[in-house]
């Protein structure tokens, strides 16, 4: 069955950077997009960005421009969203989920939460 | 970008009750890419409904999409009390992809 698998909870000062990785597995990687989003406590969801896991295209959300870096590793099936110049209101849980082509967000990893603060 | 507005904020329902949230669009959304996701609390969302109104695998059918253009239903036919959640709207035509604020659904 398909499986997105993150990488545990961080804990970040105002500045640093932070690196999120979402391993998958049940379905061949290269087929699919993986798109990240974002989740503030008790806020909605906030769609950051999608790369292709075929050829490493990428589309980022305008607000994050210049901060947000999406890469993936097709040797072991695994995504990474990098986040620099971190900010108290990036405090959020972020979600790495698969993406079809033309189709929406169809299996979610179980969330990482990011923590920024002095 | 397409700002996507749902209502109610907060539903409040007794189980068998028939829900019906409402999800409008600042322009259409092209081809009808407009899909429907359920978080419960604590875990990541779940696709339930895509294209506006095909259901997901494994889905029940008691959850159904409707409209076009920028005027988008989702109902929950008969309201069981594992559907307590936050229901969320998102459109996937036009980068960048948004979704709703969303809707709670409160079982009485």
């Known amino acids: 069955q398909v499986q997105l698998v993150q990488s545990g909870a961080e804990v970040k000062k105002p500045g640093a950077s932070v690196k999120v990785s979402c391993k998958a597995s049940g379905y061949t990687f290269t087929s699919y997009g993986i798109s990240w989003v974002r989740q503030a406590p008790g806020q909605g969801l906030e769609w950051m960005g999608w790369?292709?896991?075929?050829?490493?295209?990428?589309n980022y959300a305008q607000n994050l421009q210049g901060r947000v870096t999406m890469t993936t590793d097709t040797s072991t099936s695994t995504a990474y969203m990098e986040l620099r110049s971190l900010r108290s209101d990036d405090t959020a849980v972020y979600f790495c989920?698969?993406?079809?082509?033309?189709?929406?967000?169809?299996?979610w990893g179980q969330g990482t939460l990011v923590t920024v603060s002095s | 970008e397409i700002v996507l507005t749902q209502s109610p904020g907060t539903l409040s329902l007794f189980p068998g009750e028939r829900a019906t949230l409402s999800c409008r669009a600042s322009q259409s959304i092209r081809i009808n890419y407009l899909s429907w996701y359920q978080q419960k609390p604590g875990q990541a969302p779940r696709l339930l409904i895509f294209?506006?109104?095909s259901r997901a695998t494994g889905i029940p059918d008691r959850f159904s999409g409707s409209g076009s253009g920028t005027d988008f239903t989702l109902t929950i036919s008969r309201l069981e009390p594992e559907d307590l959640a936050v229901y969320y709207c998102q459109q996937y035509g036009s980068s960048p992809w948004t979704f709703g604020q969303g809707t709670k659904v409160e079982i009485k």
């Open positions: 989920a698969r993406v079809p082509s033309y189709n929406p967000l169809d299996n």
């Open positions: 790369i292709s896991a075929y050829n490493g295209d990428t």
């Open positions: 294209g506006a109104s």
